[in-house]
Every structure is written in structure tokens, then in C-alpha cells.
């Protein structure tokens, strides 16, 4: 069983920065891979980024270059740097583990405004 806890949406404008925050209730190296989804009203939830525990990353094609995401092992936390947000960001971002089975966060609200 892993919880997962998600921090840092809130509300920024059109071409502002956001770094979510996801932690993990254990050991990271423990879980093979870790990601961030997101969902915007009326749509399915679709990947944003995700990285293994080797450290390989996987990206939807349509944000590469302004979205980044990493791992602190010590805090047992995945990163998703956003910048450049724009208001088609707009979504409940949620953070995924693999390990066994596959678990969620609660998912935290990110509004871009326009």
C-alpha cells in the first residue's frame, strides 16, 4: 500500500510557474514508477509525465520543454516543475504510483487564468 499526498495547485496566470509536490508514504526506491496525470472537466485523465526509479522520464509529446519532473529520495517526493502554464493546463493534477499495484492521490486543483 502506498498514500500519496499532492501539494502546490492553486491559481497562477497565463505564463507563470507552479511546482506540484507528491509524497509518498515509503521508500521511493521501493516503488518502479511514479507519475503525474491530470483531468480537466469533460475530458479523460491523461499522462503528464512519469519517471522510473532508474530515473528514465516519459513526457506527453504537447508539454515537453515546459514541464519537468524529478525525485528527491530523501523526502520520498516526486516534482512537477510547470512553466509557461497556459490556461489549457487548467485540470486536477494527480499523482500516480506503480509498485505492485497502481495508486493515486487525492489529485490537487491547478487553475490558469487567462
Known amino acids: 500500500q502506498v498514500t500519496l499526498v499532492e501539494s502546490g495547485g492553486g491559481l497562477v496566470q497565463a505564463g507563470g510557474s507552479l511546482r506540484l509536490s507528491c509524497a509518498a508514504s515509503?521508500?521511493?526506491?521501493?516503488?518502479?514508477?511514479m507519475g503525474w496525470y491530470r483531468q480537466a472537466p469533460g475530458k479523460q485523465r491523461e499522462l503528464v509525465a512519469s519517471?522510473?526509479?532508474?530515473?528514465?522520464?516519459n513526457f506527453a509529446d504537447s508539454l515537453k520543454g515546459r514541464f519537468t519532473i524529478s525525485i528527491d529520495n530523501v523526502k520520498n517526493t516526486v516534482y512537477l516543475q510547470m512553466n509557461s502554464l497556459k490556461p489549457e493546463d487548467t485540470a486536477v493534477y494527480y499523482c500516480?504510483?506503480?509498485?505492485?499495484?497502481?495508486?493515486w492521490g487525492q489529485g490537487t486543483q491547478v487553475t490558469v487564468s487567462s
Open positions: 515509503r521508500s521511493i526506491r521501493l516503488i518502479y514508477a
Open positions: 500516480n504510483a506503480l509498485a505492485g499495484n497502481s495508486f
Open positions: 519517471i522510473t526509479s532508474a530515473g528514465r522520464t
